[in-house]
């Protein structure tokens, strides 16, 4: 069975930092091509916002590049999503995504960013 965990998640002040960890069991990132971290802010839709393409080449929505990175241990079999810069507007569950033979989701973690 796979599980992803999200954790990392927190309060902040704008222009604070947070690192958010996604742990997988019962599926090798190292194996998994496409890897994503999706977020929904109260009353939107959820928007993708960073991912892995194809091993490490990575992409991200044009209102978090320069802010966030999006990297991989596979050793520790996690993805991690660093939040530098944060601005109120993303707030919001911030999720993980991962595609191989079948899509999979956890189950987010909560950001919150103050002015």
């Not at 939040?83 to 999979?104: F, G, Q, R």
Request: charged share 15%; hydrophobic share 35%; with cysteine.
């Amino acid at each position: 069975q796979v599980q992803l965990v999200e954790s990392g998640g927190g309060s902040v002040q704008a222009g604070g930092s947070l690192r958010l960890s996604c742990a997988a069991s019962g599926i090798a990132f190292s194996n998994v091509n496409v890897i994503n971290w999706y977020r929904q802010a109260p009353g939107k839709q959820r928007e993708w916002v960073a991912g892995f393409r194809s091993g490490d080449r990575t992409n991200y929505v044009d209102s978090v590049k320069g802010r966030f990175t999006i990297s991989r241990d596979n050793a520790k079999n996690t993805v991690y999503l660093q939040m530098n810069s944060l601005k109120p507007e993303d707030t919001a569950v911030y999720y993980c995504n991962a595609i191989a033979w079948s899509e999979y989701w956890g189950q987010g973690t909560q950001v919150t960013v103050s002015s």
